[in-house]
């Protein structure tokens, strides 16, 4: 199947819904090892911030062309808070849980940011984290 058959998407793989894949060909291309090495240390770095804090990663899909982050900063909710919840301020689409933080301060901070970006930009963001009710 080649790669304008998969119908790709954000964690997604349209053509395979259904499907196991038994075997990809892959196609690598040579970088030196230096290389290599600096962007690990700079995801390394980049996501050692949120192991410091109450967190469950990021919030909301990115939207087809787009990032969340991005739109919830646009929208100006980084650092909003409600309750014991708040958008993290290295990173717009996670919330930090303090320690205060009920789930229906996290519930209802999810809930203003999606109403927020949707009148400011008119995407409509999707959750990425699962409610367990």
């Keep these: 199947m080649a790669r304008d058959e998969l119908d790709a998407g954000y964690r997604s793989m349209g053509a395979l819904t259904g499907c196991m894949a038994v075997e990809a060909g892959l196609r690598l291309t040579r970088v030196p090892v230096e290389q ?3 962007s690990f240390a700079a995801a390394r770095t980049h996501r050692r911030w949120m192991m410091q ?3 469950a990663g990021s919030v909301f899909r990115n939207p ?8 919830i ?5 980084k650092g909003c808070r409600v309750g014991g919840a708040r958008i993290s301020e290295q990173h717009a689409n ?11 301060d996290v519930r209802a901070l999810i809930l203003q940011v999606q109403d927020r ?12 984290i699962v409610w367990m009710v």
């Design 64 to 71: 087809p062309g787009g990032f969340a982050g991005a739109l």
């Design 36 to 38: 290599v090495r600096e």
């Design 53 to 55: 804090e109450r967190t």
């Design 73 to 77: 900063e646009q929208a100006g909710l």
């Design 94 to 104: 996670v919330v930090v849980a303090e320690r205060a933080a009920t789930a229906s």
């Design 117 to 128: 970006v949707l009148r400011t930009t008119g995407v409509s963001l999707e959750p990425e």
